[in-house]
């Protein structure tokens, strides 16, 4: 890894002394290799899909973390980058960065070119106006409010392009770049917040007033044309966007446009690009890149898969058990479904053995935070049977489901959001039934799914989250978010050794200690038995026309997917060659085929 290069104040006149601290000593590094092609071509329109119109353009409030959020802010620039392959810091928003000398400040300098999608330039003050924007009780969003508020003390513009932030408590240098690089700012000239709304500078009626009303944003793309339930189009900022002056963003985001439609089952969508309708597909359910590919425009060489292993982090979840509900509140009855869900046989049988096994449920792949010694409880009928009469089950019905003293069965509603789930529960409920449980599966459609499970109606949820390179635990597990609605605590599960835990691990000084309180929280979790880990997969697959390019060494170490398949979180390296569309099209109609084309980009696979 290439050493971060440290400037000398003097060099870097555009800050004021006064501003500043006389030591200050400016950090960047524009160092680290490039992985972007030369060869990308910018222009035409990529064409993808999702199974439902999203809830609200809102990234706060209700229904505001929802699946399309990942289009409108995950993906978009932050204060600071790491490379995706040596997980240095670079430059995103800020060019440079100092920290002060009291443990609790961090500086950032912005780039003077960069400029929101409406045209407006950035100004220090939208990261001023993102702390009071996050605090505001106008934007119904708890989780904000209260992480802003103990996080950080305040947020100062010092001038139009500096930046300090002061945290509220003290941290080594590797956490406040990491509290720091992730921030990003909200236009303050876009929200207008009327005269007679509170002090807090956002309007009383903020959630029904931008409720379809998207942002703009500092990112290559923007929201341009909606149709609302049918389709969204992402319009990039063009050749002259602000983010090109940065060396790591050259080359990227090469499409023009961006069109999502909306295809509400997976199975139509796959015929739509079968068709040429779409220009990639996710290819990791194993029916479709075993059996469905090979239909003619695969054999022909029309349509190319890509299968690219990764190392990127693995978020929370997989089986949430909603302890508010009834029966779930006992540690015996949840261990019996742990010991009922048979995740190996699932890998097997349904996932053809492409996926591995989750260890446990809050995420993997997070280094030392990550808790190695844990293991998932295996397919045991018996010892499920076992824990299910502990929790006073200890009878059967006539139609095999276990009952207890009241005549109560054991039976759980499993809420997921799309079709092709299906298949994979219903050999879960098929298995489950050798220990006398019953699993009833509940379809809700798309982001309604993920809204029933945030406003905790579910009796058990089969999704899972994304994850950040350190995981984060007051949000899932602390008490201040148990049976509340509009949250990330989808187990309602709290305890105060749970909350002392997390809060120790937000507060502590050192990364070294709060990896250890991360374990520490992790083995607890695991031993309540409210997540029930399932499959993961450290890898890609995606089919794309053969129009779509991407560079000769397509993946990085944390890299999630190749192309924009499912929201703005790959790195946007792919391009579009209208002249092989062209060739393609002319080849097409003629009967003429090409040589079929499977690519396997083994560099990050696990050894």
């Known amino acids: 890894m290439k050493k971060v290069i440290t400037l000398a104040l003097s060099l870097i006149p555009m800050v004021s002394d006064a501003a500043l601290p006389p030591d200050v000593s400016w950090q960047t590094n524009n160092h680290e290799p490039l992985f972007a092609s030369p060869d990308a071509k910018f222009g035409g329109t990529f064409r993808t899909s999702i199974d439902s119109f999203p809830q609200t353009f809102r990234t706060v409030g209700p229904d505001g973390n929802g699946r399309f959020r990942t289009w409108l802010l995950d993906g978009q620039p932050q204060l600071l980058q790491r490379h995706p392959d040596?997980?240095?810091w670079i430059p995103d928003i800020a060019t440079h960065w100092a920290f002060g000398n009291d443990n609790k400040t961090i500086y950032m300098k912005l780039n003077p070119a960069a400029k929101w999608s409406d045209g407006v330039p950035l100004k220090a003050t939208d990261f001023s106006y993102m702390l009071k924007f996050y605090r505001s009780k106008d934007i119904f969003d708890?989780?904000?409010?209260?992480?802003?508020?103990?996080?950080?003390?305040?947020?100062?513009?010092?001038?139009?392009?500096?930046i300090e932030i002061v945290f509220g408590k003290e941290m080594d240098k590797e956490d406040l770049l990491y509290f720091s690089h992730r921030l990003k700012p909200r236009p303050e000239h876009f929200y207008k917040p009327n005269q007679d709304a509170n002090q807090d500078g956002v309007d009383d009626n903020f959630v029904r007033l931008y409720n379809f009303k998207p942002e703009p944003t500092l990112g290559a793309y923007h929201v341009g044309d909606i149709k609302k339930g049918k389709s969204i189009t992402m319009e990039h900022a063009g050749k002259e966007w602000w983010g090109y002056s940065n060396r790591y963003y050259q080359h990227r985001y090469n499409p023009e446009k961006i069109r999502i439609r909306v295809i509400r089952d997976q199975d139509i969508a796959f015929k739509h690009f079968e068709k040429g309708d779409l220009d990639a597909f996710a290819l990791g359910r194993p029916e479709l890149w075993y059996d469905k590919t090979n239909s003619a425009p695969f054999q022909k060489g029309y349509i190319h898969k890509f299968w690219g292993y990764n190392q990127t982090e693995i978020g929370a979840g997989s089986f949430w058990l909603n302890t508010a509900k009834p029966q779930l509140g006992d540690r015996n009855v949840r261990k019996g479904i742990a010991l009922a869900l048979d995740i190996d046989g699932l890998n097997q049988n349904v996932f053809r053995g492409d996926f591995s096994r989750k260890p446990q449920?809050?995420?993997?792949?997070?280094?030392?935070?990550?808790?190695?010694?844990?293991?998932?409880?295996?397919?045991?009928?018996?010892?499920?049977?076992?824990?299910?009469t502990q929790a006073g089950f200890d009878r059967v019905g006539a139609d095999g489901i276990r009952v207890n003293a009241r005549g109560q069965r054991l039976s759980f509603a499993v809420t997921y959001s799309n079709q092709v789930m299906t298949p994979q529960l219903a050999y879960l409920k098929e298995q489950a039934k050798a220990a006398g449980l019953e699993l009833t599966l509940n379809l809700v459609d798309g982001s309604s799914a993920f809204k029933y499970v945030l406003e905790k109606k579910h009796e058990i949820s089969y999704h899972s989250m994304g994850s950040a390179p350190r995981p984060q635990y007051w949000e899932y597990f602390h008490s201040e978010n148990a049976n509340k609605p509009q949250n990330n605590n989808f187990t309602n599960y709290s305890t105060p050794q749970l909350d002392e835990l997390?809060?120790?691990?937000?507060?502590?000084?050192?990364?070294?200690?709060?990896?250890?309180?991360?374990?520490?929280?992790?083995?607890?979790?695991?031993?309540?038995?409210?997540?029930?880990?399932?499959?993961?997969?450290?890898?890609?697959?995606?089919?794309?026309?053969?129009?779509?390019?991407?560079?000769?060494?397509?993946?990085?170490?944390?890299?999630?997917q190749l192309m924009t398949i499912s929201g703005l979180y790959d790195l946007g390296l792919y391009w579009i060659d209208a002249d092989v569309k062209k060739e393609t099209q002319k080849a097409m109609k003629k009967g003429q085929a090409f040589e079929p084309v499977t690519i396997m980009d083994n560099q990050y696979k696990p050894r």
């Open 86 to 88: 040596s997980l240095a």
């Open 142 to 162: 708890p989780w904000y409010n209260i992480f802003y508020t103990e996080m950080f003390d305040q947020i100062n513009a010092l001038d139009a392009h500096t």
């Open 361 to 388: 449920g809050l995420g993997v792949g997070l280094g030392a935070f990550t808790n190695e010694s844990l293991k998932p409880l295996p397919y045991d009928p018996q010892a499920a049977i076992s824990s299910f």
């Open 502 to 560: 997390i809060m120790k691990y937000r507060s502590v000084f050192s990364t070294k200690d709060k990896e250890s309180l991360s374990r520490e929280i992790q083995q607890v979790v695991h031993d309540a038995n409210v997540i029930v880990p399932g499959v993961m997969a450290p890898y890609t697959r995606e089919g794309y026309w053969r129009w779509i390019k991407y560079p000769d060494q397509p993946m990085q170490k944390k890299m999630e």
